[in-house]
């Protein structure tokens, strides 16, 4: 949307809307009564005069923090070039502009204005000092963009060393983040694990897809993938029909637990759910199976925080404009930066004189609502930071449907049914 024109002060800053309707009234009244030459001259040293009696329109600067690490692991050149589906393929302050961006109309109705700053630790040793330096600058909010270990490390230092903060975690699903490791400061616009896990199977519930075949990855990532798989099937009514490993190594003696038609020659299945959090073996999977069965989970249909060929509720424009200013796809981790972006300013519109601290019972206790462009109004959980958002069951081209499905209940809110509900929350850090 365009802003309205306004005329420049002579401090160099900008007029409301309403002085500057003053201004062009006044300019008008100039102009009657004298000749043409003389009104255009007369008129626009008028006009000047006006607006130099108008007062300055005070901006209040609010800051909002990136931080990432400069050699994470999942920013590597090679993961960014092959661009595996659900991860990662570019920092999060690219996204973290943009909101802004998207925001100053509503930012500069209530005299505010948004600056985003890049913090990159070159190590985790670095967070301790790069924290001081944002104390000075007096900034609170903070989007971040971390490895697990670097993120807890910040959760526990960054209220104490910023004199109180809200942190909000876009790129990790970790489930522990939500349970035995939650804090009250800390906010996901990203989503868990078990939502991701969830809407998959309420997904094949609904198509009646009740057979699976899963393949099981070596990695911690891996088995933590297949343990929320276990939780959502049992939930949604999803057999497991046979589990087998599977292993990229270049071991001879290991060749067959990567042979595809091998892992699916049991014909007892409706879908192949691959756990492979690095993304490797599950690129290779679909149309590779012993027999014609769908993939599902790392690779083929999966559920994600954001699709770029989301076609409904202002996405087009969405994926549009971050294309054009990073010249890539949005990605799930961008949507979440660019939401954390937009959950401060909601926080901040809602009342600019909140402390961060109501700023997060506001967010936290379900009072302010954020619009992520995925249909509903989008809102924290007060029991553990989560964001409640819809999701998108996609493939690599575009997105089949959304999660929660249709006909899927719940007694108070339906986006509930992703993820941990409230009586079965580990977290105890509660507002």
């Given at each position: 949307?365009?802003?309205?024109?306004?005329?420049?002060?002579?401090?160099?800053?900008?007029?409301?809307?309403?002085?500057?309707?003053?201004?062009?009234?006044?300019?008008?009244?100039?102009?009657?009564?004298?000749?043409?030459?003389?009104?255009?001259?007369?008129?626009?040293?008028?006009?000047?005069?006006?607006?130099?009696?108008?007062?300055?329109?005070?901006?209040?600067?609010?800051?909002?923090?990136?931080?990432?690490?400069?050699?994470?692991?999942?920013?590597?050149?090679?993961?960014?070039?092959?661009?595996?589906?659900?991860?990662?393929?570019?920092?999060?302050?690219?996204?973290?502009?943009?909101?802004?961006?998207?925001?100053?109309?509503?930012?500069?109705?209530?005299?505010?204005?948004?600056?985003?700053?890049?913090?990159?630790?070159?190590?985790?040793?670095?967070?301790?000092?790069?924290?001081?330096?944002?104390?000075?600058?007096?900034?609170?909010?903070?989007?971040?963009?971390?490895?697990?270990?670097?993120?807890?490390?910040?959760?526990?230092?960054?209220?104490?060393?910023?004199?109180?903060?809200?942190?909000?975690?876009?790129?990790?699903?970790?489930?522990?983040?939500?349970?035995?490791?939650?804090?009250?400061?800390?906010?996901?616009?990203?989503?868990?694990?078990?939502?991701?896990?969830?809407?998959?199977?309420?997904?094949?519930?609904?198509?009646?897809?009740?057979?699976?075949?899963?393949?099981?990855?070596?990695?911690?990532?891996?088995?933590?993938?297949?343990?929320?798989?276990?939780?959502?099937?049992?939930?949604?009514?999803?057999?497991?029909?046979?589990?087998?490993?599977?292993?990229?190594?270049?071991?001879?003696?290991?060749?067959?637990?990567?042979?595809?038609?091998?892992?699916?020659?049991?014909?007892?299945?409706?879908?192949?759910?691959?756990?492979?959090?690095?993304?490797?073996?599950?690129?290779?999977?679909?149309?590779?199976?012993?027999?014609?069965?769908?993939?599902?989970?790392?690779?083929?249909?999966?559920?994600?925080?954001?699709?770029?060929?989301?076609?409904?509720?202002?996405?087009?424009?969405?994926?549009r404009r971050f294309a054009k200013t990073t010249n890539r796809p949005m990605t799930g981790q961008d949507w979440a930066a660019w939401t954390a972006v937009r959950s401060v300013v909601a926080a901040l519109v809602d009342n600019p004189k909140a402390s961060v601290a109501d700023q997060l019972k506001g967010l936290r206790g379900g009072q302010v609502f954020v619009d992520g462009f995925k249909g509903p109004r989008l809102s924290f959980r007060s029991w553990d930071?989560?964001?409640?958002?819809?999701?998108?069951?996609?493939?690599?081209?575009?997105?089949?449907?959304?999660?929660?499905?249709?006909?899927?209940?719940?007694?108070?809110?339906?986006?509930?049914?992703?993820?941990?509900?409230?009586?079965?929350?580990?977290?105890?850090?509660?507002?």
């Amino acid at each position: 949307m365009n802003q309205p024109h306004r005329l420049p002060t002579a401090l160099g800053r900008f007029t409301p809307q309403g002085a500057t309707l003053v201004a062009r009234r006044r300019r008008f009244h100039c102009v009657l009564g004298f000749g043409l030459w003389r009104a255009v001259g007369l008129g626009v040293f008028g006009a000047v005069l006006s607006c130099l009696a108008l007062p300055a329109f005070a901006v209040t600067k609010v800051t909002v923090a990136v931080i990432s690490l400069a050699d994470d692991a999942r920013y590597g050149a090679r993961r960014e070039e092959r661009a595996y589906p659900g991860h990662p393929t570019g920092r999060a302050f690219d996204a973290a502009q943009l909101g802004a961006a998207d925001s100053s109309f509503e930012l500069d109705a209530d005299g505010m204005e948004m600056v985003v700053r890049d913090v990159v630790l070159p190590n985790a040793a670095a967070l301790p000092k790069a924290l001081a330096e944002l104390k000075a600058a007096k900034v609170q909010h903070l989007v971040a963009d971390l490895p697990l270990a670097v993120m807890r490390q910040l959760v526990q230092t960054a209220p104490a060393a910023l004199g109180g903060a809200m942190v909000f975690n876009a790129g990790l699903d970790d489930d522990s983040l939500r349970a035995a490791d939650c804090a009250t400061v800390l906010l996901h616009t990203y989503p868990s694990r078990q939502m991701l896990s969830d809407a998959l199977a309420q997904y094949l519930a609904a198509r009646n897809w009740r057979k699976a075949l899963v393949l099981q990855g070596p990695l911690p990532g891996d088995a933590l993938q297949g343990q929320a798989w276990a939780r959502s099937a049992k939930r949604y009514g999803i057999k497991t029909t046979q589990e087998r490993p599977f292993k990229l190594s270049g071991d001879p003696r290991e060749r067959d637990l990567a042979n595809t038609r091998l892992l699916t020659g049991d014909r007892d299945h409706d879908v192949v759910a691959v756990m492979d959090s690095d993304g490797e073996f599950a690129r290779g999977m679909p149309y590779a199976t012993q027999w014609p069965r769908p993939v599902v989970g790392a690779n083929g249909l999966m559920a994600l925080a954001w699709h770029p060929q989301w076609e409904r509720n202002g996405g087009p424009q969405l994926s549009r404009r971050f294309a054009k200013t990073t010249n890539r796809p949005m990605t799930g981790q961008d949507w979440a930066a660019w939401t954390a972006v937009r959950s401060v300013v909601a926080a901040l519109v809602d009342n600019p004189k909140a402390s961060v601290a109501d700023q997060l019972k506001g967010l936290r206790g379900g009072q302010v609502f954020v619009d992520g462009f995925k249909g509903p109004r989008l809102s924290f959980r007060s029991w553990d930071g989560q964001l409640r958002q819809p999701l998108f069951m996609s493939h690599i081209d575009g997105v089949v449907g959304t999660a929660p499905l249709d006909g899927v209940l719940h007694p108070t809110e339906v986006l509930d049914t992703l993820g941990v509900d409230e009586k079965e929350s580990a977290c105890k850090a509660r507002l």
